[in-house]
């Protein structure tokens, strides 16, 4: 069992920044890709960014790329995830998750290929 513990949401104006992270229990944090999605009121969970489990390889969503940047550290178990030029059609709850792989490269945007979710944290962008 992997508990993924999410932090750094709040408030921000339109333009602005902030800093998500997610802690993982594992002591095998390494052997997981670690992937955040968001959810809107209303709307269903989208996929935002994920990063292989070395930090090798990173997928980012077309509506975040070059603004939303996903980084790791393996050795505290944390992933983060930071987020520039905030927009009102950003604001959602975003979670972190974390899919087993036996590949350094794998980096799924899929959902369902994720077996550890964290609670979320929210993250309100005002206009």
């Known amino acids: 069992q992997v508990q993924l513990v999410e932090s750094g949401g709040g408030l921000v104006q339109a333009g602005g920044s902030l800093r998500l992270s997610c802690t993982a229990s594992s002591r095998t944090f390494s052997s997981y890709a670690m992937g955040w999605f968001r959810q809107a009121p209303g709307k269903e969970r989208e996929f935002v960014a994920v990063?292989?489990?070395?930090?090798?390889?990173?997928v980012a969503a077309d509506f975040v790329k070059g603004r939303f940047t996903i980084s790791r550290d393996n050795a505290k178990n944390t992933v983060h995830l930071q987020m520039n030029s905030l927009k009102s059609e950003d604001t959602a709850r975003y979670y972190c998750?974390?899919?087993?792989?036996?590949?350094?490269?794998?980096?799924?945007?899929?959902?369902?290929?994720?077996?550890?979710w964290g609670q979320g944290t929210q993250v309100t962008v005002s206009s």
């Open positions: 990063i292989s489990r070395s930090g090798g390889r990173t």
């Open positions: 998750a974390a899919d087993h792989t036996p590949y350094d490269v794998w980096a799924s945007r899929d959902s369902a290929d994720y077996d550890y």
